[in-house]
Every structure is written in structure tokens, then in C-alpha cells.
């Protein structure tokens, strides 16, 4: 795999600076309510790392409440994106009145879902709850889809949920595609199939290891695959029907720049936070419980979130073992969060896949 060029080195040391910035101020853009563990589907690829039990109450919406009221005394509401998380959100019987409680609070508020309880009188409900972003997962044809979420109708479901909502033109709307050795021969099938549903933005992931993913080696494609992936996604992008963009899995080396609309970064603690299930203060879900920096019942957010994440904030502990020598560190920054096990050790390396042969 070559080094970049001049132009794309120039490129990637205007965006290191600019994350060295992003480190120091700390804006607080996203926050991710982890509301429930309970979900309608049984999905081979959950990320949960299963060290909190599915049968977790759902936590209560006061207590996420004065979270939001915390938030409201130091930053402007209106700049924060809360996305509501699971499990799966819709299942909550209360989740319309928390999502209405939150647009009071003056916060724009988005969901992830995997639409099976998404019908047309639902979106409604949350549409007129103040409803700004909206993901739906979509993980191939209907056999395909189906196998991955392991019930027999979340195609229909989640296909409904696609079309209604990618016809709203009040809300920010995507479909993320988890790409796995069962789906990544019909990837073009897949794209035709959201087009004729009316999508414009559609986002891809390839499934890291850990959870149930960690022992099914059916997720997992080959490096050769991951590089034809890569060039899927550009020439998918220069057609220009649907804007296809992959998600945040890593640093992509000479695909940066090409495969997404900005540069790699890793957000968490930058920009995002979460709250999850039973209360911890983290970057995002996808991290493990190592990374906390916090919990919301013994501690205050606001002081968390300013005075806290210093291991999010600045990755030079992780530069060692395979990232010692690496010569696209000061770009890469050791990668996401969520590839690093509690030890600190990288899990994955796009890099690695993009270079092997």
C-alpha cells in the first residue's frame, strides 16, 4: 500500500491539527441515551459485550432528565444531538413521551432503529415529537437480512420503515448496511434495491470483532474483499445516485478522503458521549466498560465531560506494540476507541487489511 502524496499529506495534517484543536475545546455535539437493553430481533453481529444483562431495567427517563437539565446550565440545547439507543428504543412504551420531553428541552433528538415497530402511525407519533435524525439497519436482501437479524420478518419491517422515511424531508435519514461474507457478493443488488425505495444516503460497516460477532466467522470478510469493498464505495460515490459513505471504523490510509466526507477521527470524547443502561458516562456504545470515565448517579456529567476522557483525548498510550512504528500514526492516532480491548490492545487495523495480500 503506497504512502499518500504530497496533496493528501497536506490534506491529513490540516485535519491532525484540527482534531488537536477539536481535543482542546471538547464541543459537545452528540449524546447517546443507551435507553434499553430489551430488543424485538436476535442479531448475529450484537455488539453487546454482554457484561450487562438483557434483563436490565430500562433506565428511568427522570434520570436521564436532569442529565438534559445539567447540560442546558453550561452549553446551548439546541447544539446537541441527542440519539436515542438500544437495544432497540421502540420497544420502551414511554420512548414518544421522552422524545416529546426532550424537544422541549430545546435538544434535537435523533433515533437508531431497526424498524421493525416503525409503522406508519409510530414514525407519525415521533415525527410530531420532534423527530430530527432518523437511522434504519438494513443488512442485505430478505434472506440475507434475515438471517442477520434472526427473525423471519425484519426485511418487510425494516424495508417499510426505509420507504416512509426516506420520502420525510424534515429529518436528517440513512440506512446502515453491516457488510459480511454472506451479503458482500450482492452489494450492487443491495444498492439498487435502496434506490428503488427512494434512499439518497446509505452508510456501510464492516462487523469488528467483539460480542456475538467475536465467534462467527461468517461476518468477517477476507482482506481482499475489504479492498474490493473500499473501491465499491468510490465508484458507488462517483456514479453519484445514492451518497454512500463508510462508517467509522478506523483509518483508511490512501482510501482517506475517497470512502467518507470527511477524514477519519475518532469523535468519542471529542464531540460525543453516551449514557448508557446503568448509567456510565462513555464516548459512544460501541466502547467497553474500561473506557468509563464516569456514572451519572455518583457523578456530575458536566465535570465528567469537561475534566475527564483524557485517554479519548489523547491516544499517545496507545503507541505501542504494532502502532510503535507505524508510519501513519500521527495521522491515525492508534484508531477508534471502540477497536482497543480493555487492555488497550488494537482488536483490528484497516490498515493492516488494506495492506495485506
Known amino acids: 500500500m503506497s504512502f499518500p502524496s504530497l496533496k493528501q499529506r497536506i490534506t491529513l495534517n490540516i485535519n491532525s491539527s484540527f482534531i488537536k484543536e477539536e481535543a482542546k475545546e471538547h464541543p459537545l455535539m452528540q449524546l447517546f441515551w443507551e435507553c434499553t437493553l430489551r430488543c424485538n430481533m436476535k442479531c448475529r453481529h450484537c455488539g453487546s459485550d454482554c457484561k450487562v444483562s438483557t434483563i436490565h431495567p430500562d433506565m428511568p427517563f427522570g434520570d436521564f432528565e436532569k442529565v438534559l437539565l445539567r447540560i442546558k446550565e453550561k452549553y446551548d440545547s439546541r447544539k446537541i444531538l441527542i440519539i436515542l439507543s438500544g437495544g432497540e428504543p ?82 436528517a435519514f440513512d440506512v446502515v448496511t453491516c457488510v459480511n461474507r454472506r451479503n458482500f457478493p450482492k452489494l450492487k443488488e443491495i444498492k439498487e434495491y435502496l434506490i428503488s425505495l427512494g434512499l439518497k444516503y446509505w452508510r456501510i460497516f464492516t462487523v469488528f470483532p467483539v460480542g456475538r460477532a467475536a465467534t462467527d466467522p461468517e461476518l468477517q470478510i477476507s482482506n481482499a474483499q475489504y479492498r474490493e469493498l473500499m473501491d465499491f464505495i468510490v465508484a458507488t460515490r462517483k456514479e453519484g445516485r445514492i451518497h454512500l459513505s463508510y462508517g467509522c471504523e478506523g483509518f483508511l490510509g490512501p482510501y482517506e478522503g475517497k470512502v467518507r466526507d470527511h477524514l477519519f477521527s475518532c469523535q468519542a470524547g471529542l464531540s460525543i458521549a453516551s449514557v448508557r443502561i446503568d448509567g456510565a458516562i462513555s464516548g459512544c456504545n460501541s466502547i467497553r466498560s474500561h473506557y468509563d470515565q464516569g456514572n451519572i448517579y455518583t457523578d456530575d456529567f458536566i465535570d465528567v465531560w469537561e475534566n475527564r476522557f483524557g485517554t479519548y483525548r489523547d491516544h499517545s498510550q496507545f503507541r505501542s506494540q504494532e502502532c510503535a512504528a507505524c508510519k501513519w500514526w500521527k495521522w491515525c492516532l492508534g484508531n477508534g476507541m471502540h477497536l482497543r480491548d480493555e487492555q488497550g490492545h488494537l482488536i483490528l487495523c484497516n490498515l493492516k487489511r488494506l495492506e495485506s495480500k
Open 90 to 171: 421502540l420497544v420502551r412504551e414511554d420512548i414518544v413521551d421522552c422524545a416529546k420531553r426532550i424537544y422541549e428541552l430545546k435538544f434535537p433528538w435523533g433515533m437508531v432503529s431497526n424498524g421493525r415497530l416503525m409503522s406508519p402511525a409510530k414514525i407519525e407519533q415521533l415525527l410530531r415529537a420532534g423527530m430530527r435524525s432518523a437511522t434504519i439497519s438494513l443488512d442485505g436482501l430478505e434472506d440475507d437480512h434475515n438471517w442477520m437479524r434472526g427473525v423471519p420478518d425484519a426485511f418487510s419491517y425494516a424495508s417499510r420503515a426505509i420507504k416512509i422515511l426516506a420520502s420525510e424531508p424534515s429529518i
